[in-house]
């Protein structure tokens, strides 16, 4: 499975984003799709998360009711559509994959930088 992130960039406090994950290599129905972030000197995180074959997300506590992901089955692309962004949303975000018989995130894109002006 191979991932490839965009859609970063600047942006000011209360703007938005929206980061595309465009999946290849396999199909999808049976696989979990995430969103982590890394924050300048801190560990990656879970940013949210969807099970591509019914829909079912997670959030991180901090993003819930501002982020949303989403997944576009005609484009095997995963979006984090990003609301209400606050400087401390600044960090590189990645996105990722894992068949749903594991409990290991086995597939990575390169990061995508988002910074948040205040």
């Known amino acids: 499975v191979q991932l490839q992130a965009s859609g970063g960039g600047l942006v000011q406090a209360g703007g938005s984003l929206r980061l595309s994950c465009a999946a290849s290599?396999?199909?999808?129905?049976?696989?979990?799709m995430g969103w982590f972030r890394q924050l300048p000197g801190k560990e990656r995180e879970l940013a949210a998360r969807?099970?591509?074959?019914?829909?079912?997300?997670y959030y991180a506590d901090s993003v819930e009711d501002r982020f949303t992901i989403s997944r576009d089955n005609a484009k095997n692309t995963v979006y984090l559509q990003m609301n209400s962004l606050k400087p401390e949303d600044t960090a590189v975000y990645f996105c990722?994959?894992?068949?749903?018989?594991?409990?290991?995130?086995?597939?990575w894109g390169r990061g995508t930088l988002v910074t948040v002006s205040s």
């Open positions: 990722a994959a894992h068949a749903m018989y594991v409990s290991v995130w086995t597939s």
């Open positions: 290599g396999g199909t999808f129905s049976g696989y979990i």
């Open positions: 969807i099970n591509w074959s019914d829909g079912r997300t």
